[in-house]
């Protein structure tokens, strides 16, 4: 298991992007579970956000994508406003141990 963040990170920051072993993620808790996803957009194969662990768009609802403003839900990954339309972000397999939140 490689670590991704601490709950403490997303206290910090209600997204939190990492990169681990040459792979760029984000993390985010919804509806209080830990939710994690490949970080690429699936439109143009590009990180999503505008700046350091900035994935939200601005109502912190949906996840947005920086260059063609594409919404995702943050629940499942899928793209429900832009050029990726019903495509899904790759979501990863993590695990929450001592309030720290592993990649699987």
């Given at each position: 298991m490689r670590m991704l963040c601490t709950r403490d990170d997303l206290r910090r920051?209600?997204?939190?992007?990492?990169?681990?072993?040459?792979?760029?993620?984000?993390?985010?808790?919804?509806?209080?579970?830990?939710?994690?996803?490949?970080?690429?957009?699936?439109?143009?194969?590009?990180?999503?956000?505008?700046?350091?662990?900035?994935?939200?768009?601005k109502d912190?609802?949906?996840i947005r994508c920086s260059t063609h403003g594409a919404l995702f839900m943050p629940d499942n990954g899928e793209c429900v406003s832009g050029p990726c339309a019903g495509d899904k972000l790759q979501a990863v397999a993590t695990r929450e141990s001592n309030n720290t939140i592993y990649l699987l």
């Open positions: 920051h209600p997204t939190f992007g990492v990169t681990v072993d040459g792979e760029q993620y984000l993390v985010l808790e919804y509806d209080n579970q830990i939710k994690a996803y490949r970080n690429c957009c699936p439109h143009l194969h590009i990180p999503l956000e505008w700046e350091e662990h900035a994935f939200l768009d912190s609802h949906l």
